[in-house]
């Protein structure tokens, strides 16, 4: 079993950044492949950012890449995602996922377990 909680979203303005954070519980943290997902409001669950379990190997959606950075400290049981150059459509309930096979990390269905989510609001 993992539990994951996530923290660090917040009200930012357009341009902004913000650092969330998703803390792990479990032994097995480090084996599994972390993956960031969003909701915006009226639409359905995103892919925005996966990590291998090494970290070595990083995945971004097309709408993120060059401004989103995905990471991970295995000691501490935590996975980060980095947010620079906030737009409003980045507004979204951001969840982390933790994947234990590696398969498809852009798939929702991949992923075993999931945080309770933590709010992203991007101001014009």
């Known amino acids: 079993q993992v539990q994951l909680v996530e923290s660090g979203g917040g009200l930012v303005q357009a341009g902004g950044s913000l650092r969330l954070s998703c803390a792990a519980s479990?032994?097995?943290?480090?084996?599994?492949?972390m993956g960031w997902f969003r909701q915006g409001p009226g639409k359905e669950r995103e892919f925005v950012a996966a990590?291998?379990?090494?970290?070595?190997?990083?995945y971004y959606a097309d709408s993120v890449k060059g401004r989103f950075t995905i990471s991970r400290d295995n000691a501490k049981n935590t996975v980060y995602l980095q947010m620079n150059s906030l737009k409003p459509e980045d507004t979204a309930v951001y969840y982390c996922?933790?994947?234990?096979?590696?398969?498809?990390?852009?798939?929702?269905?991949?992923?075993?377990?999931w945080g309770q989510g933590t709010q992203v609001t991007v101001s014009s």
């Open positions: 479990g032994r097995t943290f480090s084996t599994y492949t």
């Open positions: 990590i291998s379990w090494s970290g070595d190997r990083t």
């Open positions: 996922a933790a994947d234990f096979l590696g398969t498809s990390y852009d798939r929702i269905a991949s992923y075993d377990y």
